[in-house]
């Protein structure tokens, strides 16, 4: 529901793909084209949400490794600016790296699949070996989840989803994904980015002592257009179209994007925090139902504290990193750190974060050694859910009560409209300018 017809829209796809591939054709004639490091050993791709970063995943993806071929495309809406914006992704990184196209993306009208059911139709292609997750964030447990049942190894972008009984999903999938030998990685690019791995590994030799607290912040600028509502356009395609203004789609954006620098306090801490307590309110949006700001204290218990803070506000002081506090030092989530010399190896980082994380994943299929990060994006994740929770409550609020305590409310919290809706039609968008009042939410 809320896709245009198949056919009339497979029709479009391949006025698009055709233009797609004049224009490269032409791009690309005569340039050289390379031959495969990997030999006969394709990874055959199939890619789920091709929007802005799914059109970047791919691309990213095809560079880490000569063998990847995209085989199909799932999106529930396969026109419009979005989707142009992840062909061009492609079609850009095949023309610069004088790649031909037609033969690193195989995808024709039979394997493009749309609206909210269309990944199944996706999964179910046995030809396709790996998937690349790249919906909104509230599509990503049942996303991952079918893929990882349909025997596919994932790259799936974060945040892992918007509520506690998503973050469950996810890390069931990833122990699903163990028993079955299929690898996950996620789109939380610091964890393969040389600079952080070389402090995880100096923290780890103890640089700067025990960890005792930190900062973690992801104040950037604003979001502060409103969402749009083109004419005929029915609540399913508003919301996804829209879908970095409304929490139950995002998560909003302490999980969206602030997931990122949560995912390295945990990493650089070792663990998750047992509480958060916070607060967060919105001064300058219009329309859609996210908070501007969060500000929430991070409890890790053996009294260690992170401060945790995320704006998104036109005009004001921005800055996207971490910093943690040891008892012999302190260290920048990436950058400097002060503390004891100790060894530390050179960790490979080519074509960048973005890049490096489909070389890790590609290369663990490859050797049979798949990587498994499910539990970590979850649990990053959830960190980000708790915090939200905390703010837009008033509430303090426990690991436990998100993970284990079933008596709690916020063990089920279900945001909705849910992935599932969307699948059954029967989604109804909600209020605008509806925000939950600490206190009384
Ligand atoms: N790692 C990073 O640094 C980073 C950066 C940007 C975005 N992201 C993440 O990437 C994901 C996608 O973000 P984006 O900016 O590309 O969004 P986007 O809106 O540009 O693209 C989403 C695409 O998914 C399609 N889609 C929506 N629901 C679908 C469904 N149920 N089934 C199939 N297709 C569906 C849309 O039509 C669209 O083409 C999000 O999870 C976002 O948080 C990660």
């Known amino acids: ?25 032409a791009i690309t004639a005569g340039l050289p084209s390379r031959g495969y490091a990997g030999g006969t050993d394709k990874i055959r791709v199939g890619l789920i949400g091709c929007g802005n970063r799914g059109g970047g995943a791919a691309a990213n993806c095809l560079e880490a490794d000569d063998g990847v071929e995209i085989v199909a495309i799932a999106d529930a809406y396969a026109r419009g600016e979005r989707f142009e914006r992840g062909m ?11 790649q031909p196209f037609n033969e690193r993306v195989k995808v024709t009208s039979d394997t493009t699949f749309l609206g909210f059911n269309g990944y199944k139709d996706l999964l179910a292609m046995k030809d396709v070996d790996l998937v690349l997750i790249a919906t909104p964030v509230c599509f990503h447990p049942v996303h991952l989840e079918a893929a990882i049942q349909a025997g596919k190894h994932v790259f799936m972008e974060k945040a892992a989803g918007v509520d506690p009984p998503g973050m469950r ?17 996620a789109g939380t690019q610091r964890r393969h980015q040389a600079k952080y791995r070389q402090n995880a590994h100096a923290l780890a030799q103890g640089a700067i002592g025990r960890i005792t607290g930190g ?19 029915d609540d399913a395609e508003y919301l996804v179209r829209n879908w970095y203004r409304f929490s139950m789609m995002s998560g909003d954006h302490i999980v969206e994007q602030h997931c990122h620098n949560l995912d390295v306090a945990n990493w650089f801490i070792g663990r998750p925090p047992v509480q958060a307590l916070g607060f967060g309110g919105r001064a300058r949006r219009q329309g859609g139902n996210q908070y501007d700001f969060f500000s929430v204290d991070l409890d890790y218990g053996d009294d260690v504290i992170v401060h945790s803070m995320c704006r ?35 960790f490979e980082e080519k074509g960048g974060p973005y890049v490096q994380e489909h070389r890790d994943l590609i290369r663990s299929i490859r050797a049979g050694e798949p990587l498994n990060e499910a539990r970590n994006v979850a649990e990053s994740t959830l960190v980000a859910i708790m915090g939200r929770i905390s703010a837009y409550t008033g509430q303090i609020v426990r690991w436990s009560d998100l993970t284990t305590n079933i008596n709690s409310p916020w063990y089920t919290l279900t945001l909705r409209p849910t992935a599932r809706d969307f699948e059954n039609g029967a989604v109804v968008a909600p209020p605008e300018n509806s925000i939950p009042l600490p206190g009384k939410a």
């Open 88 to 98: 061009r992704h492609i079609r850009d990184w095949c023309a610069k790296n004088e």
């Open 1 to 25: 529901m809320g896709s245009s017809s198949p056919d009339l829209s497979r029709r479009s796809f391949m006025k698009t793909s055709a233009t797609t591939m004049a224009s490269l054709a």
């Open 215 to 233: 900062r973690v912040w992801w104040c950037g600028g604003g979001s502060s257009t409103p969402p749009r509502r083109q004419p005929g356009q």
């Open 169 to 185: 999903q996810v890390i069931e999938a990833g122990e699903l994904a163990k028993q079955k030998g299929l690898a996950i990685v």
């Open 312 to 346: 998104q506000v036109k005009g004001c002081f921005t800055r996207v990193s971490e910093q943690f506090i040891g008892t012999e030092g302190s260290v920048w989530g990436g950058g400097k750190l002060a503390g004891k010399k100790v060894t530390v190896p050179n």
